[in-house]
């Protein structure tokens, strides 16, 4: 479904990424690790657009994503959640969600212009369907709250709720289960197990090891930029070059 190859990305003179290659294979989760500094969410901004890469070609499809905008990128149906959380505070829980819903939308403000009742309509759909995504996550009771006074593992769920609710073709979720107490950190594994056996492609940068290992298809190991090891989660975990990038340093 997505295919990287020889991915560069340059911060002045410094490569964050250098020659990534792997590919993430439809209906399946493909877990992106790595120690800090890696290189993983500089890979989740080329991908999604944010950033551009320095060098190499991205294949979402048919389509070429390097140096596309990130709005065109969701529109192909990649959605994103942010390592640090990028919601906005004096909204909803419920609008927030609703802007995952942008792109349909904005399609339907022109309907708008031509027929305000098919506008009504549609809206209510919307709503229906960001507090379906919220019901999922377990914060339907939660919709009517300004975002700015929800818990940190709440403000987390709202992120992904707002990456789902499109039900993209592709999620990227950037350290979903970072700073969640173990309660907390069980309930997102559960709600993310979900989408895997409906069978959503995930691409799924994580720290928690007993998450990523319980969830992911395939691993990936970014190491200083460089992907040094891919596989199962059992191959990953034994490999030498992997023990050594966590552990030495
Ligand atoms: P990870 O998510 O794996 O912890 P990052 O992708 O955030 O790693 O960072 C990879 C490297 O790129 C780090 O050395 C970081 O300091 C650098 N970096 C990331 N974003 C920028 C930026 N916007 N400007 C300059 N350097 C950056
Ligand atoms: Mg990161």
Do not use: W
Not at 69 to 91: V, W
Not at 105 to 117: E, F, H, N, Q
Request: aromatic content about 4%; glycine content about 10%.
């Amino acid at each position: 479904m997505l295919q990287l190859e020889g991915v560069g990305k340059r911060f002045g003179g410094l490569p964050a990424l250098d020659g990534v290659g792997f590919t993430v294979p439809k209906g399946q989760v493909t877990a992106l690790i790595g120690p800090n500094g890696a290189g993983k969410s500089t890979l989740i901004n080329c991908i999604s657009g944010v950033l551009a890469p320095s060098a190499g070609s991205i294949r979402f499809g048919q389509a070429e994503l390097a140096g596309m905008a990130p709005h065109h990128i969701a529109r192909l149906g990649i959605a994103r959640t942010f390592q640090n959380l990028k919601l906005f505070p004096r909204l909803s829980v419920l609008d927030n969600v609703l802007t995952g819903l942008t792109c349909e939308a904005g399609r339907s403000m022109v309907m708008a212009m031509l027929r305000l009742p098919y506008l009504r309509h549609r809206e209510r759909q919307l709503k229906l369907r960001a507090l379906e995504a919220l019901d999922r996550f377990g914060l339907a009771d939660k919709a009517a709250l300004p975002v700015s006074i929800l818990a940190y593992g709440d403000k987390k769920r709202v992120e992904l709720a707002r990456a789902c609710v499109s039900t993209p073709r592709l999620v990227l979720l950037d350290e979903p289960v970072a700073g969640l107490n173990a309660d907390e950190t069980a309930a997102v594994g559960e709600q993310l197990g979900r989408l895997r056996r409906e069978g959503q492609t995930l691409l799924l940068v994580e720290h928690d090891m007993e998450l990523v290992m319980g969830l992911a298809d395939q691993v990936v190991v970014l190491d200083s930029g460089r992907c040094i090891a891919a596989g199962s989660p059992a191959e990953v975990r034994r490999n030498p070059l992997v023990l050594e990038a966590y552990l030495g340093k």
